[in-house]
């Protein structure tokens, strides 16, 4: 989430807010936001700060659930052909849109078709108009509440992409969205809220939907019961952290969401602020290039998978938040198990012995990093201090946050502390550090049998066979050591008092369905 300037008016006393952005209404629920939305046009300029809005008022025919896995949504239920190419959606009876006028499969197919032209920038066109993972060749609509989609080839991804943030969800919308020259009005979607007054820089507030019908059973990610219990929500706009903090602590805003590891300890001391950590599909590590001269050697690579204590720096650096994790699968994935548990031990007399047997001489390891991002630049120092305790000569670059993502796109390095954003696909995972440096030299791991392997998990449905193919792909990975993962990010959350039900999940993406506030 970026930062923008300070839009909130501050008084003498930092922490109290001022003007129509602090001034609340009965029943609202305030919550900070670090930086304003960019548009309220589902997956089209989009931002985190946008979809974590905007999921507030959009819903597709699918949607995400508490582990990343995919389920029915406004769909009452999916069938998919045997050759994977065809998936029929059958809508839930009695949906309608924000403006009172009922969900048909005509509005679905309007909606597609929207996003699939080039003109709209839906960020996700690529992916389904064939230059990504499928082509949607056609949607039929044979009943009001059936809606076909024809596909040109198989992909296991088809659904989990529709349902992604960044997407809109692929949100289905009511013609009233555009105007009579099909240009972006505003969304008139199905979500729990819908879109209200945006004063730009200061806050976006959204409005309770009286005609909204939750489906059944608990809370589920995006999906399950969206029970809202205010009136209004309001996303405040504050960008600095200190400031977000005093306004929570003042009585000023509801709840905060990216609360600073740091933090924690302070806000758990006064007893009436509720703190709700949660486990995200966010990937903290150390990417080795492994076409380097010294680091080529795997044993070289082994040694630093040995001398670095993940355990340490994930506890050091998130204080206590999160638990190391040596997999690119994260831990809140339903693909996480037994397999991906596994792990290289810490052994710095091994890591010694693996270096001896390399013909280590001492050859200077550079570990690139920045400071913008704290938690990436105290890893390095910690790695850099664990390596060195073993005889490697490991020296800390220290670069913009810029001109590190680019040596990082290029593969300009050594050793690299990285972090990779959530993926809610074990495929994605995978796909995400995974492909031929030649080509694609940000690509971490070039492991041709790897590969194969991946590019099966990207088509095949069958979860038994996913889940063997990333249990295998799991070792391959900890035999190869292309990049030490250390652990998966956290959302830490505060609630003021009187604010009930808010639960952080591995999004990482605040929900405020299920909250109430006295």
Request: proline letters at 6%.
């Amino acid at each position: 989430m970026r930062r923008a300037a300070l839009a909130l008016t501050l008084i003498a006393a930092p922490w109290t807010l001022t003007g129509p952005a602090a001034a609340q209404a009965p029943g609202t629920l305030r919550v900070a936001i670090n930086a304003d939305i960019r548009t309220n046009d589902p997956g089209v300029n989009r931002d985190g700060n946008t979809d974590a809005v905007m999921m507030h008022v959009l819903e597709g025919l699918v949607g995400l659930t508490e582990n990343g896995d995919v389920a029915p949504l406004l769909a009452e239920k999916v069938d998919v052909s045997a050759d994977g190419k065809r998936y029929t959606f059958v809508l839930r009876e009695g949906l309608t849109f924000h403006n009172g006028q009922p969900v048909t499969a005509a509005d679905v197919a309007w909606t597609w078709k929207r996003y699939l032209d080039p003109a709209t920038k839906w960020r996700c066109q690529s992916e389904f108009g064939g230059k990504g993972l499928t082509r949607v060749e056609s949607i039929e609509t044979p009943d009001p509440r059936t809606v076909v989609f024809h596909i040109d080839k198989p992909t296991a991804l088809f659904l989990s992409v529709t349902a992604r943030p960044d997407c809109g969800g692929s949100a289905i919308l009511h013609r009233d969205s555009v105007d009579a020259d099909g240009k972006w009005k505003g969304p008139v979607a199905t979500g729990p809220f819908k879109f209200g007054e945006w004063k730009r820089g200061q806050y976006v507030e959204l409005e309770r939907f009286a005609g909204y019908r939750p489906l059944p059973g608990p809370r589920d990610g995006y999906v399950g019961a969206k029970t809202v219990g205010v009136e209004r929500v309001r996303f405040l706009v504050i960008p600095d952290p200190a400031a977000t903090k005093a306004a929570l602590l003042a009585g000023s805003i509801d709840v905060a969401t990216d609360v600073s590891a740091e933090d924690v300890a302070e806000l758990k001391r006064r007893g009436d602020i509720a703190i709700d950590i949660a486990p995200t599909m966010s990937v903290s590590g150390f990417l080795l290039q492994t076409r380097d001269p010294v680091l080529q050697d795997v044993r070289v690579r082994r040694a630093i998978a040995h001398a670095i204590d993940t355990a340490e720096i994930a506890a050091g650096i998130t204080k206590g938040t999160a638990t190391p994790n040596a997999s690119i699968v994260p831990t809140p994935s339903s693909f996480y198990g037994k397999a991906q548990a596994a792990r290289i031990a810490h052994d710095p007399a091994l890591a010694k012995k693996l270096l001896a047997e390399a013909g280590y001489r001492g050859q200077q390891i550079k570990i690139l990093t920045n400071k913008r991002y704290g938690p990436m630049f105290d890893a390095a120092v910690l790695g850099q201090a664990m390596l060195q305790q073993v005889g490697v000569t490991a020296e800390l670059e220290v670069l913009e946050w810029a001109t590190q993502l680019d040596r990082y796109l290029k593969g300009d390095y050594q050793m690299m502390s990285f972090s990779y954003s959530a993926r809610l696909d074990a495929a994605l995972n995978y796909e995400m550090m995974s492909g031929p440096k030649a080509t694609q030299p940000r690509k971490v791991w070039d492991n041709p049998e790897a590969l194969k392997l991946l590019e099966e998990a990207m088509v095949v449905a069958d979860r038994p066979r996913r889940q063997a193919i990333f249990d295998r792909l799991h070792g391959m990975f900890l035999a190869d050591v292309p990049m030490l993962v250390l652990y998966n990010g956290v959302d830490i959350s505060a609630s003021a008092p009187g604010v009930k039900g808010y639960k952080g999940w591995a999004a990482g993406q605040p929900r405020l369905w299920g909250v109430t506030r006295q």
